[in-house]
Structures are given as structure tokens and as C-alpha cells.
């Protein structure tokens, strides 16, 4: 199994709602990414978590709130978005943090706040 | 700070013809990693090729070969024999040995392959 999935594809929510993000791997990988990415922009980096800890935060609003409840699983919690929040969020996982460790990234989670 | 810059917002090509796609990058590091990554209108990304700095060898993968100018800091995508599935945007990356270790992307460049 070497793919990296996400639920939901798409996602509508108005900006007093609470949603989550999920993200699942069963590569046995230790390392797990959020990012944010607006169309036709790069992804930019938002958090990183290496053996279930959270090892960086670029700075995120904390309307933002990851969780890795395990090796396999990483959440991301949103809570009292804003339109401007609306973009494809990216999951990925590597081995671990080695510097040429691939990353592999999920599909992505179509991101909309009303 | 660490930037990635591709020059090229579009570029195409004849299906079975050769592309370059162009990156260059700013940094004081001398210790670091490039990665070329593929992002089809599937949105999926996949990495394309990678390339230790420390390495004068440039990186090959099947029909995907970089050319990697370190002292011009250029790190360069060549695609041979263009296929209808190569189509995509194209990103080019850059990690650095210390800090963060983040991966930087630059803007991406969109490929587009004429049959």
C-alpha cells in the first residue's frame, strides 16, 4: 500500500462551523505534513508531525488545530474558518524526516467557507 | 531566506519531443536537497526526481533527467520523448540540511503537451 488518502474530497462550511480534516497512511511512515495550497500557487508548509509529535507549526491561526492520534492518522480540526481559509489541503508522509526521504502526498481536501 | 524561483509560468511541447523546464534557487547552505514534483490535474502530487547538493552526478529517472549547475544554483527538468501523460504543473523544491528542514517550492511551471 503505498498511497496517502484524505476525507472528504470536497468540503462546504460556513464560518461558524467545526469540521475535520482527515488524513490516513499505512506505509509505516513516522512522518506526516499539512499543507495549504491556493489554486495555482505551490503548497505551503503548515505543520509537521514526526512519531506522533508535533515537530513544526509555520505559524498557523490556531482556528487550526492538527492531531495525530497515531502513526497512521493525522486530523486537522477547523474551527471558525474564514473565507479566505478556502483552498486544497494537502496531506503527506514520509519514511521520516531524512532530508531525501520522499514525500508522498494525498488527493486532497477541497477546502470551502461560505 | 531560502527561495525557489521557476521562470516559466506555461510551457509546451510536441508529444515525442524534449522539454526543459528551468529552476533556480537562492541560498547560502551548502548542505541541501532538490526535488522536482508532479502535480497532474488530478492534484496528486508525485515526485519526479530528486538530487543530493553534495552529488556532481546529475539525477536520471527513465525519460526525466535534471541538470544541476551548483555554483549557478540552477537545477533544471529535462523531459525526453514527451508524453500525453506528462502533462501537469510542475514544482521544483529545494530542503535544507539545518533548521526547519522544510520543503520550499517554487511558483510551478504548467506543461502542456500538444499530440
Known amino acids: 500500500d503505498t498511497e496517502v488518502t484524505q476525507t472528504p474530497k470536497h468540503l462546504v462550511m460556513g464560518m461558524t462551523n467545526k469540521k475535520s480534516l482527515k488524513c490516513e497512511q499505512h506505509?509505516?511512515?513516522?512522518?506526516m505534513y499539512w499543507y495549504k495550497q491556493k489554486a495555482k500557487k505551490p503548497p505551503e508548509l503548515m505543520f509537521v508531525?514526526?512519531?506522533?509529535?508535533?515537530?513544526i507549526n509555520e505559524s498557523v491561526p490556531s482556528r487550526f488545530s492538527p492531531e495525530c492520534p497515531n502513526s497512521s492518522l493525522l486530523n486537522l480540526h477547523l474551527h471558525a474558518l474564514q473565507p479566505e481559509d478556502s483552498a486544497l489541503y494537502l496531506c503527506?508522509?514520509?519514511?521520516?524526516?531524512?532530508?531525501?526521504?520522499?514525500?508522498?502526498f494525498g488527493p486532497g481536501t477541497r477546502l470551502t467557507v461560505l | 531566506a531560502q527561495t525557489v524561483t521557476q521562470s516559466q509560468p506555461e510551457m509546451s511541447v510536441q508529444e515525442a519531443e524534449t522539454v526543459t523546464l528551468s529552476c533556480t534557487y537562492d541560498?547560502?547552505?551548502?548542505?541541501?536537497?532538490l526535488f522536482w514534483y508532479k502535480q497532474p490535474p488530478s492534484r496528486q502530487m508525485i515526485l519526479v526526481i530528486r538530487?543530493?547538493?553534495?552529488?556532481?552526478q546529475n539525477a536520471t529517472e527513465n525519460r526525466f533527467s535534471v541538470n544541476f549547475q551548483k555554483a549557478a544554483k540552477s537545477f533544471s527538468l529535462k523531459i525526453s520523448d514527451s508524453q500525453l501523460g506528462d502533462a501537469a504543473m510542475y514544482f521544483c523544491a529545494y530542503r535544507y540540511a539545518q533548521g526547519a528542514q522544510k520543503l520550499v517550492f517554487g511558483q510551478g511551471t504548467r506543461l502542456t503537451i500538444n499530440p
Open positions: 541560498t547560502s547552505e551548502s548542505d541541501y536537497y
Open positions: 503527506a508522509s514520509s519514511q521520516d524526516l531524512g532530508l531525501l526521504k520522499p514525500q508522498f
Open positions: 506505509m509505516g511512515h513516522r512522518a
Open positions: 538530487q543530493e547538493a553534495y552529488k556532481q
Open positions: 508531525y514526526s512519531y506522533e509529535k508535533l515537530s
